[in-house]
């Protein structure tokens, strides 16, 4: 957990992409495709809350 | 009318809309209007009823609009202002109609210095973490206290309210559309980075006391902010090539900032902002309440077709000839004509804008700025009886 919480900076755009939870993952077993489109989709949504809050 | 009939005229007002505001020359004028709190009380709802329950907002749009011949609308869903989430997280930013203000009253901003001048350096450096680890809490009194039961609470409600929202209004619109015949006029939002640090992060008197204290800070924030503020108009719009994403601008109308301080501090990130979305083929509805007339020869140095410039107290023969070879205008009826004028001083205005600002195309009627509560619908209809009288080419 304290990994985790260490300074993470996102892009623009991103709150926490497919490929940085990836790099914490030793292996994906399934299609990673489907999953990144998944990951990626939910957090340009999560991304859009938070910045909702400024862009008023 | 068939589905057919009403599929057809909604490819006809896309098509004459979408060639307007590339500068194009369309068959007539497009006619562009907003929903907004002017139109509850002539559909016999509240403000609180239309703002909680969309399907409410649509009947309006229904009872009000289905025989106006107009070819664009905008604002179903008020301004894509959630009630149920203002309330679950108990945003202190944003007092509405229901649990803070009475059913008929208009929402009200609580402006305040939110982001202290202290937190500029934390803000620069990891813009989206201290949105939500500082911003949030300070705003929402259900979320003050990150990682307790009620604020994990508040988050869960305010992002679930906020899809649920999303949903429902990307129904409505489609419904609209389809029974209407009503194309989109916007899809997306952006801001200049000075109005997102001034209008709800510094607050006016946080930022005009910046410029004097620390400039360089502004400066940095909103280059932070020029990513985000692109990648905001990407992700809301969904990357619509079509349709623009809107730009309500604010501190950059004059006299907010001297011009020699909008060349400072508000110009340049906002011309980023705008240049990048224009990379990905996005235009932006350049929506210029007030004043912009000392600025338009810098407005004009942005690419060809990137915006639609909306004409409120603007000179608009200066607009017009500054800018009407590279940009589509938009506007040049003032909203108080609305309110207190007559149909008669409404059409005439109409047809005066028409002459000045559409020849040649690359013009869409509306009015200029907000449509404000206490607008005329005798008013209303006849601007847009007048936009297809004299808008003919």
């Known amino acids: 957990m304290q990994e985790k919480n260490k300074e993470f900076v996102p892009e623009p755009g991103t709150c926490l992409s497919w490929e940085a939870k990836k790099a914490e993952l030793e292996e994906v077993p399934g299609k990673e495709e489907i999953v990144k489109t998944s990951w990626d989709g939910l957090d340009k949504q999560a991304y859009s809350f938070i910045w909702w809050f400024v862009q008023r | ?393």
């Open chain 2, 1 to 393: 009318m068939t589905e057919n009939k009403v599929e057809a005229l909604y490819q006809e007002r896309l098509e004459r809309y979408t060639t307007a505001i590339k500068n194009g020359k369309p068959d007539r004028v497009p006619i562009r209007f907003s929903i907004g709190e002017w139109a509850p009380r002539y559909a016999g709802y509240t403000l609180q009823e239309v703002y909680y329950d969309l399907e409410k907002q649509k009947e309006m749009v229904e009872k009000l609009m289905s025989n106006w011949d107009l070819d664009t609308i905008r604002g179903i869903g008020f301004g894509m202002i959630p009630p149920a989430m203002i309330d679950s997280m108990d945003l202190d930013f944003y007092h509405f109609p229901g649990m803070n203000l009475a059913e008929n009253q208009s929402f009200q901003y609580n402006e305040k210095e939110y982001m202290k001048a202290e937190d500029y350096d934390e803000f620069i450096a990891n813009p989206t973490e201290w949105v939500l680890n500082h911003y949030l809490p300070r705003i929402s009194k259900e979320f003050d206290s990150p990682g307790s039961y009620r604020s994990n609470l508040a988050l869960i409600k305010g992002s679930m309210a906020m899809q649920q929202f999303a949903g429902q209004l990307k129904e409505v619109n489609q419904e609209i559309s389809r029974n209407l015949g009503f194309a989109p006029a916007i899809k997306g939002i952006t801001k200049a980075p000075f109005d997102s640090l001034g209008d709800t992060l510094r607050g006016m008197k946080g930022v005009l006391m910046d410029i004097r204290r620390r400039p360089e800070k502004i400066k940095e924030a909103c280059e932070a902010l020029v990513p985000h503020n692109i990648n905001y108009g990407l992700i809301t719009g969904g990357g619509d090539t079509t349709i623009p994403v809107f730009a309500p601008l604010h501190r950059g109308a004059y006299p907010f900032l001297s011009p020699p301080h909008w060349e400072e501090f508000y110009w340049p990130t906002l011309k980023k902002t705008i240049e990048g979305l224009w990379e990905h083929g996005v235009s932006v509805t350049f929506f210029a309440e007030g004043d912009w007339t000392p600025f338009l020869e810098r407005i004009a140095e942005l690419p060809e077709k990137s915006i639609q410039f909306v004409v409120d107290q603007t000179d608009a023969t200066q607009a017009k000839k500054v800018l009407g070879d590279k940009f589509c205008l938009i506007g040049g009826v003032p909203t108080t004509l609305l309110s207190y004028g007559s149909p008669e001083e409404v059409e005439e205005c109409v047809k005066r804008t028409i002459d000045e600002l559409a020849p040649d195309g690359g013009y869409v009627l509306d009015t200029g700025s907000v449509v404000m509560a206490d607008a005329r619908l005798e008013n209303i209809e006849a601007l847009i009886e007048a936009g297809r009288k004299y808008g003919k080419y």
